[in-house]
């Protein structure tokens, strides 16, 4: 893309200083022709190029122009630098390009914030992955790219409660969550997002779609997100816990501590617990028994009871 290959050209004469025609063609994998034809047009944009004829003539910026380069602090160049890339990165195809950014953004920094970016790059690491990594893949992920891109229709194969869907849909965009991709989309019923490692087919169509000026994809997304937890199935509870035990409680998923009071000076807790269904509340509290006691509802304390109930018959013959 020429605004790609301008931009180049530009970090390259900020590091090198001057260039030949022949040296940027050469970086940018172009003819002399459009160097110079790239050069007339940043030029006209107002940026302060300049010729020099002869034997060791070439291109080179005025002087003190790379602070007007880039317009960043040095605190946000430094923000910019602590990025890694990731599998998010890779998924897309985009981890060499991430590379040749960094290299980029590195080589057009005064020698100064070069040292201060190399300092911190040696001691702090950003490691944007979690401890436990999606094993999910995505063979079609590459084709939901290429329709979002080129804003062409997507015809997916799609599992549902009785088998599978086949529907034509209008991608809008994708959104990485927590190692999985998922396509937001408009259907016939609205709009929907697909996990895409769900997806079983994927082919782009030849037909076009009109992707509305005013649809805003992170938005939606957080609508969305809040709109699924509001949907979410709660078990509302009330328990009696261990002081040390609360910090436990509170690592499960979907589990809400919504009040603690003192139940009595022995160290012990009364808690307003939100679960999700009886059944996880069930696991979760058997989980940490010894310390941990259901007080209502009745229903979650008669499954817990049953359920202990089973265990101490499993150990009867010993």
């Known amino acids: 893309m020429r605004a790609e290959r301008l931009l180049t050209i530009l970090l390259c004469l900020q590091r090198y200083g001057k260039m030949t025609t022949r040296e940027l063609a050469e970086k940018t994998e172009v003819s002399e022709r459009t160097i110079a ?33 880039t317009g960043l602090k040095a605190e946000e160049i430094q923000s910019l630098l602590l990025m890694n890339p990731s599998g998010i990165m890779n998924d897309l195809g985009l981890g060499s390009e991430f590379e040749a950014a960094f290299l980029k953004l590195l080589a057009s920094l005064p020698p100064s914030l070069q040292r201060d970016a190399q300092f ?12 436990h990594q999606s094993e999910e893949s995505f063979p079609y992920l590459a084709a939901v790219q290429e329709a979002i891109w080129e804003q062409k229709q997507l015809c997916i194969r799609y599992p549902k409660a009785d088998g599978y869907s086949e529907r034509i849909v209008d991608p809008y965009g994708l959104v990485a969550k927590g190692g999985a991709w998922y396509l937001v ?9 697909f996990r895409v490692s769900r997806i079983q087919n994927a082919q ?39 002081e040390p035990q609360l910090a436990r409680i509170r690592w499960f998923r979907y589990v809400k501590v919504q009040a603690v009071r003192p139940a009595d000076n022995d160290g012990w807790l009364e808690a307003d617990i939100q679960f999700e269904t009886l ?19 009745t229903e979650l304390v008669s499954l817990v009871r049953s359920r202990l109930q089973a265990s101490f018959a499993l150990y009867e013959p010993y």
């Open 279 to 297: 059944e996880s509340a069930c696991e979760i509290i058997l989980s940490l028994s010894p310390f941990i006691r259901v007080e209502q509802p």
């Open 120 to 131: 911190m790059r040696e001691r702090i690491h950003v490691d944007g992955a979690g401890w």
């Open 204 to 242: 782009v169509t030849g037909e076009s779609f009109a992707r509305p000026d005013e649809f805003d994809l992170a938005a939606y997304w957080d609508q969305s997100t809040r709109a699924y937890k509001a949907a979410m199935p709660s078990y509302p509870a009330v328990i009696r816990i261990q």
């Open 185 to 193: 989309a408009q259907t016939d019923e609205g709009m929907r997002s």
């Open 37 to 69: 034809r790239d050069m007339e047009a940043l030029s006209a944009a107002g940026i302060p190029v300049f010729a020099y004829r002869g034997a060791a003539g070439g291109w080179s910026l005025s002087e003190g122009y790379r602070t007007n380069l």
